[in-house]
């Protein structure tokens, strides 16, 4: 193996690293840290009752 | 002592050769190159890529807290409001329960009905109520339902009365079919009237 060929293997080795630490980053970086049961916990609330309805009832004969 | 030696001649044999070397300068430039590019390889996989990693988790962890906490808020005022809602029709929930029954109650169906044809003046001939299931139901919390059908004879206001209260009851009722027919010849003011209707419960 002569010099050039060494260079060669260094920087291809390097660029392989490079990528590597790409790709890890971007791994790293789509993960989330929040649990199923906090993403269950935070589902939006609607804190509304139909009061017509209600009404409506209140109407009718028993 | 012997490895000590053999180390030591090794060393003494490249500090030798090194002059030799470094006299040619386009292999000194290849061994220096060579030599950094396997260093930043070597601190880039060993040192900064797991530096980078654990930043950019930790990043994305106080990210996706703040995100989080701010849900957390949101979920607390709307439970806090819907508190306040429930607190205004507590009193209605009855109501509800009414409307729509934790069990078939086929049998205060069938008395009902029987109270509303009484009030109407209408006389029922036949009532029939589908197979429901009698036993306690564990909460499923989704709607189930059953059909009733009944046929009456009565006239015109009596029906339309019975119909009337039916709507009007506080359970809820969906009327499927009504069907009108004169009972008897052409001057018989009496009708007859079948029914098909759907009662609803929520175990």
Do not use: C
């Not at chain 1, 609330?45 to 009718?60: A, G, S």
């Not at chain 2, 190159?33 to 990693?53: E, Q, V, Y």
């Not at chain 2, 990210?63 to 306040?84: F, H, P, V, W």
């Not at chain 2, 507590?90 to 069990?103: C, E, H, K, Q, T």
């Amino acid at each position: 193996m002569n010099r050039k060929e060494f260079a060669i293997i260094a920087l291809m080795i390097l660029l392989t690293v490079i990528a590597w630490i790409f790709f890890s980053v971007f791994g790293a970086g789509r993960m989330t840290s929040l649990t199923e049961t906090q993403l269950k916990q935070v589902v939006p609330l609607t804190p509304t009752f139909d009061n017509d309805i209600i009404k409506q009832l209140q109407k009718r004969e028993d | 002592m012997q490895l000590l030696n053999f180390n030591r001649s090794l060393f003494t044999q490249a500090y030798k050769k090194l002059p030799q070397i470094t006299k040619n300068k386009k292999t000194v430039s290849y061994f220096t190159i060579s030599l950094s590019l396997f260093t930043l390889s070597f601190f880039g996989f060993f040192a900064i890529r797991p530096t980078i990693i654990t930043a950019v988790k930790l990043i994305k962890s106080v990210s996706d807290l703040k995100k989080i906490d701010l849900e957390y808020e949101n979920k607390i005022s709307g439970i806090i409001r819907a508190q306040t809602e429930f607190e205004q029709i507590r009193d209605s929930l009855p109501l509800v329960d009414l409307a729509i029954p934790g069990n078939a109650l086929f049998h205060k169906l069938a008395l009902v009905i029987e109270n509303f044809a009484q009030v109407s003046e209408l006389s029922i001939n036949q009532l029939q109520i589908d197979n429901v299931p009698i036993s306690k139901q564990s909460p499923s919390g989704k709607l189930q339902k059953y059909s009733f059908s009944l046929i009456g004879i009565g006239n015109y206001q009596a029906m339309s009365s019975f119909v009337q209260h039916l709507i009007n009851w506080k359970r809820i009722i969906t009327i499927n079919s009504l069907e009108l027919t004169r009972e008897g010849g052409t001057d018989n003011k009496n009708l007859r009237i079948a029914l098909k209707a759907t009662a609803y419960y929520e175990p």
